[in-house]
């Protein structure tokens, strides 16, 4: 009997203490020092492109990948490929429609580990009036104290996946059809994030 409960206790005081020692932290976004970059062919040559402006939430630690999570949104209409006109065509109806679909999200639903440093999360991304599952690769770079800030703890990520535009309406395919911009899409992001210690 005073085994059973010795055992009970034991289970209990690990239950207890384990997720408290390796809970994911919350992070927050280190804007100046956080990227989301895409890449898509323009009949020839590859056009890249950033958005400026994102926020969100996310929880990462590498012991407790159950219950790390993201929950990030992107204002489309901080797009920026380095030539007005184009993206202020790109704001419009034709691709993105700012007006009525004013943000990217993305929810993650579970994340692996697939080598050392070597990670992927699952989730669902939502652009205009589409949600699809989506799968992003990524590398942790680590978690460190700040050495600009001893209060502050940084940790780093850089990741990239590959959509097709037209999957989530992002055009009518007029322009793909004609040879002009490409479907496929390559993002990359990259991310610095901080919390207090």
């Known amino acids: ?22 809970a994911a932290p919350q992070w927050s976004f280190d804007p100046p020092h956080c990227q989301v970059i895409f890449t898509i062919k ?11 402006k994102f926020d ?8 407790d ?9 992107i204002q489309v209409a901080s797009i920026d490929t380095g030539v007005a006109a184009r993206d202020k065509h790109l704001k419009t109806a034709d691709f993105f429609d700012v007006a009525k679909y004013p943000v990217i999200r993305f929810v993650s639903e579970s994340f692996t580990k697939r080598g050392d440093n070597e990670y992927a999360v699952k989730g669902r991304l939502t652009m205009k009036d589409v949600t699809r599952p989506v799968e992003i690769a990524f590398t942790y770079l680590g978690a460190k104290p700040n050495p600009m800030n ?3 703890m ?3 990520f850089k990741g990239g996946f590959a959509i097709e535009r037209l999957d989530y309406h992002v055009g009518s395919g007029k322009y793909y059809q004609m ?5 496929k899409v390559d993002l990359y ?7 207090g210690k």
Do not use: Y
């Open 56 to 63: 969100g939430k996310i929880n990462f630690s590498p012991d």
């Open 1 to 22: 009997m005073k085994t059973i409960r010795l055992i009970i206790a034991l289970a209990l005081v690990l239950g207890l203490s384990l997720p408290a020692m390796a």
């Open 179 to 183: 040879g002009v911009v490409g479907n």
């Open 65 to 73: 990948l159950a219950g790390s999570k993201v929950d990030m949104t």
């Open 42 to 52: 323009h009949i020839f040559a590859p056009v890249m492109g950033q958005f400026h």
């Open 189 to 195: 992001i990259h991310l610095e994030l901080v919390r």
């Open 150 to 152: 001893k209060d502050q």
């Open 154 to 156: 940084l940790t780093g």
